[in-house]
């Protein structure tokens, strides 16, 4: 079965600079998810999706980071405007939605910002 | 709240042997569950081994067993027989209200 598939793979943009990431997960999985990750770092979720609905996004900088997951399948993530300490790696990843279950990462965006 | 706590950074061993990767936790929630993830230097995230609060035997997948003792909130990851392919990254993660990951210890396996 295909994958969470992810792009772009890589995206250098500079500060003030608005960018988009897509993600589209497993077919038939209801939740999905975009985590940060900074160098050296554990991933840090962003925002969680059920279906189109957001279930968690206390971690999301509402100020600049907006996402969305139309019909309920595939995603976008936009950061406007980019600052330095957004550079990281930006994965998503899905799951089936029953909890208590393994997720399935796709291979993320790298963001440069400079 | 939720914490998790891998105080490794780094770890070196020679293949074949087996090593332990530490992991302790945090949470007053009385469900929740325990994973361990790899990440290679690709940057893609692969599920290992999972470990539910009330599960009572240590969940063991291949080479990979959870040492999961409730009471001091560990659940360490033990790969037996290293092999090359197994230096990478890895993720202690638990899910209570969320899934929270650990900071994260680089494994080097030694030829």
């Known amino acids: 079965e295909a994958g969470v598939a992810q792009s772009p793979r890589y995206k250098i943009i500079e500060k003030r600079q608005s960018v988009a990431f897509w993600c589209n997960p497993i077919s038939g999985h209801a939740t999905l998810y975009w985590y940060q990750q900074i160098l050296g770092q554990g991933p840090k979720l962003l925002i969680q999706f059920q279906n189109n609905g957001v279930v968690d996004d206390s971690q999301l900088p509402k100020d600049r980071f907006s996402a969305e997951r139309l019909k309920g399948v595939d995603s976008t993530l936009k950061i406007q405007p980019a600052k330095l300490e957004d550079s990281a790696v930006y994965l998503c990843?899905?799951?089936?939605?029953?909890?208590?279950?393994?997720?399935?990462f796709g291979s993320g965006t790298q963001l440069s910002v400079l | 709240a939720q914490k998790i706590t891998q105080t490794q950074p780094g770890m070196f061993v020679q293949e074949k042997e087996a090593v332990t990767l530490d992991c302790t936790y945090d949470?007053?929630?009385?469900?929740?569950?325990l994973f361990w993830y790899k990440q290679p230097s690709s940057g893609e995230m692969i599920f290992l081994i999972y470990?539910?609060?009330?599960?009572?035997q240590n969940a063991t997948e291949g080479r990979y067993s959870l040492n999961f003792q409730k009471a001091r909130k560990s659940a360490n990851l033990v790969i037996s027989a290293s092999q090359l392919g197994d230096s990478a990254m890895y993720f202690c993660a638990m899910e209570a209200q969320k899934l929270v990951f650990g900071q994260g210890t680089r494994l080097t396996i030694n030829p």
């Open positions: 990843a899905s799951s089936l939605g029953r909890g208590l279950e393994k997720l399935f």
């Open positions: 949470t007053s929630d009385q469900s929740y569950g």
């Open positions: 470990q539910g609060s009330y599960d009572e």
